[in-house]
């Protein structure tokens, strides 16, 4: 029996979208013959007379583990044993087969009217998520899965949300209205389901609002990578060429700068820019300057720090302009340097 989903939605079959749900933890495989069966697995016979054994009773991944994708590093850090990397296997092959599942039937009722996705936290994903969490069981990892639905516009996609939130019911254990509430640059109805053990994401948007966080995350993600420009760069070379506050690390400061972050650099700088500090020049007792010993190194940090400072403005009005910030430019400081 389908529940009407109005004049913009086909009908669903909840209650098969149920059944699924309720399959979420087991994944048969069918076989010919017991001996086919891996290792440890529980050979069970169907009601049309087929013999199958369910993935939860077994999984045998040390050649996988053996051909795992990450070096050595990464297996120390994340602390990998065959254990947690077979449980990391288990989870997410059931979780794959489920989504691969409710994708299908799902996507099949809506008629393709909607647009819907899955994601499903990979292996490796698990494996640094019980690392960073500190846990002892991959299992305990319950927010693996995450569904994401493309309404037509605003009505149909309100509207799947309420047929949503009747089908899963006491299981919906949050609700988020990011369209009429945003945070940032996010667009988004979001569902919290909490099935089974499972914590599942349900974010529905609209493909215009959907085109409105992808802008916007490209822009965080420039904005962040100006920030690094910004502090890890451009802002300690003029902090310590133009500041009388000087510590005995300073000149080592100046070389990492230099010799480690020339990546942050725009163009013009990394053509004038030295290779070295250390060893170029010193603060001599009773003078606030970076006093070189050449004048020819004279020369070419006065040419670069010139240019250090045009390049800081240009990447400063371009921060303002993506963060929405009324532009206010700072003067041009004065270049503590001399030379003997």
């Known amino acids: ?148 639905i493309l309404a037509g516009d605003l009505d149909s996609l309100y509207d799947t949300a309420e047929k949503l939130k009747d089908l899963f019911g006491k299981a919906i254990v949050g609700e988020h209205d990011y369209i009429k509430k945003s945070i940032g640059y996010y667009r988004a109805y979001i569902l919290n389901v909490h099935i089974r053990g499972l914590r599942i994401e349900i974010i529905l948007m609209t493909k215009e609002l ?37 510590t005995a690390q300073t000149e080592d400061e100046i070389e990492t700068i230099i010799t480690c972050r020339r990546y942050l650099a725009g163009n013009n700088l990394l053509r004038v820019l030295p290779m070295h500090f250390k060893f170029k020049a010193d603060k001599i007792a009773g003078s606030a300057n970076w006093t070189f010993y050449a004048k020819e190194d004279f020369e070419q940090w006065k040419e670069a720090l010139d240019v250090l400072w045009e390049e800081f403005l240009e990447v400063l009005k371009e921060y303002y302009t993506l963060s929405g910030t009324e532009i206010s430019l700072p003067e041009k400081p004065d270049w503590l340097i001399g030379y003997k």
């Open 210 to 246: 959907n085109m409105i966080n992808v802008v916007g995350h490209a822009r965080q993600q420039r904005l962040k990578a100006i920030e690094d420009r910004l502090e890890k760069f451009y802002i300690p070379l003029i902090k310590a060429f133009s500041s009388y506050v000087y």
């Open 1 to 148: 029996m389908g529940v009407d989903m109005g004049c913009k939605c086909p009908q669903i079959d909840w209650i098969g979208v149920r059944k699924k749900i309720d399959d979420i933890n087991k994944v048969r495989v069918y076989i010919r013959d017991p001996s086919e069966a891996p290792e440890g697995a529980i050979v069970r016979r169907g009601p049309r007379g087929g013999l199958y054994y369910e993935t939860e009773d077994v999984l045998d991944a040390d050649a996988e583990f053996e051909g795992v994708k990450l070096n050595d590093a990464v297996r120390d850090e994340l602390k990998v044993t065959r254990e947690k990397y077979a449980q990391a296997v288990r989870i997410y092959r059931l979780h794959r087969k489920w989504a691969d599942d409710i994708y299908k039937f799902v996507n099949r009722k809506f008629g393709g009217r909607l647009r819907i996705g899955f994601r499903v936290r990979t292996v490796h994903s698990l494996l640094k998520e019980l690392a960073r969490r500190q846990y002892a069981d991959v299992g305990k990892i319950n927010d693996v899965i995450s569904i994401k």
